[in-house]
């Protein structure tokens, strides 16, 4: 397995970063916080996102998307975490294409894959009921109604919720078996919280009572529902971990420059040899980071039966290698590190933040060592 880029991927990775650096900086996101905006994305960027082709990367061209596969939505994702971009791109691109590609009929990815591919929709996943990750843990009942169901239950932050035109429910059937619904959030029943979370985006937390749900709101194509469940948390955990991967390395490219530039008893704090033992440990930490994560992106593409353990790996990995380099960084910056003038601060709530969707590094490490036989 190769872990050097082909041209394509080189392509799209350095496209993608200058066109985020142009379009989406820190500032865009400082700009969201400071305005209260509801939704905590900006809906330009998300088209512009779409004309740039990146909205159908995980979609087949049958249904107007370019079908890149995994591995080049992970690379579209670590310059959107370089960049603190606020997007639905996970959510939605990655996320919502793949629930459809994986459980969809054929008449619902014909409805939906290409407003994805378009940029035309925002989807939230609906997925975790309790304060930390548990994917067995879904209370949430799907109750057969005549043709239909009948949906009651609560879901907790969910990653774009609050500015969702659909929603993917977990939800259990009468069977005990967990599967996923379409859910609009405008139906009778459903009712929406806004959440403003440390790192200045806006999940939701959503509750079900009593939703009257037609037949075809389950995605029923899947010969079984809860592997592709699981599947798609695979996929969500990996791409996360892109996300988690760009977060870590941009937060230790401005740690380098200002340790280059900062001065102490006349010499650059950076020629100290405890600041460089530091920064050689997070290099390193980084390295094997952006391993684990190209190793599990391109497992899904390539061999999908090997790859829970991978992602599990890379979502751990990245997660905790994330959260030190910005630790570490706010270390290095000193006191002016906690201050809102520096962007350092911003890239360690992102990794907070972020490292607990689908698990954080304990979860993850933990799954490690059950798919592994400890």
């Not at 407003?115 to 548990?134: F, M, P, Q, S, W």
């Not at 992602?311 to 905790?320: D, E, F, G, M, Q």
């Amino acid at each position: 397995m190769s872990f050097v880029l082909n041209e394509e991927e080189t392509m799209l990775r350095d496209g993608a970063q200058q066109f985020l650096e142009e379009q989406a900086p820190v500032t865009a996101l400082r700009a969201l916080r400071d305005s209260g905006d509801p939704v905590g994305f900006s809906r330009d960027l998300w088209a512009a996102m779409a004309e740039m082709g990146w909205c159908g990367i995980l979609v087949g061209e049958d249904h107007g998307g370019v079908d890149m596969g995994c591995a080049a939505a992970g690379l579209v994702l670590e310059q959107i975490g370089r960049n603190l971009a606020a997007s639905p791109f996970l959510s939605t691109a990655v996320l919502g294409a793949s629930a459809f590609n994986l459980a969809g009929t054929d008449a619902q990815k014909a409805a939906w894959l290409p407003k994805i591919a378009a940029g035309e929709t925002v989807i939230a996943l609906a997925l975790d009921e309790r304060a930390r990750h548990n994917p067995s843990h879904i209370t949430t009942r799907a109750a057969k109604d005549g043709n239909g169901f009948r949906l009651t239950g609560a879901k907790r932050y969910a990653v774009n919720g609050a500015g969702a035109d659909l929603l993917i429910v977990a939800a259990r059937t009468e069977d005990e078996r967990i599967n996923l619904f379409l859910v609009s959030p405008e139906a009778a029943g459903v009712t929406r919280t806004s959440r403003r979370t440390l790192d200045s985006h806006v999940p939701a937390d959503i509750t079900f009572e009593d939703v009257k749900l037609d037949g075809d709101a389950l995605l029923s194509g899947a010969e079984d529902s809860e592997a592709a469940y699981r599947h798609l948390l695979d996929i969500g955990r990996a791409a996360q971990a892109a996300e988690a991967l760009g977060v870590g390395q941009k937060a230790f490219d401005l740690t380098l420059d200002y340790i280059r530039e900062r001065e102490q008893f006349g010499a650059p704090i950076g020629s100290f040899q405890g600041m460089q033992h530091r920064a050689a440990h997070l290099y390193g930490e980084l390295e094997l980071a952006r391993s684990l994560v190209r190793r599990a992106l391109t497992t899904l593409d390539t061999q999908p039966a090997q790859a829970p353990l991978w992602c599990a790996a890379a979502k751990a990995k990245a997660t905790a290698v994330s959260r030190l380099a910005a630790a570490e960084g706010i270390q290095m910056y000193g006191g002016v590190g906690m201050t809102d003038e520096y962007d350092i601060g911003l890239y360690y709530k992102r990794a907070q933040a972020a490292g607990e969707f689908l698990g954080d590094d304990a979860f993850n490490a933990g799954e490690v060592a059950r798919m592994s036989g400890y």
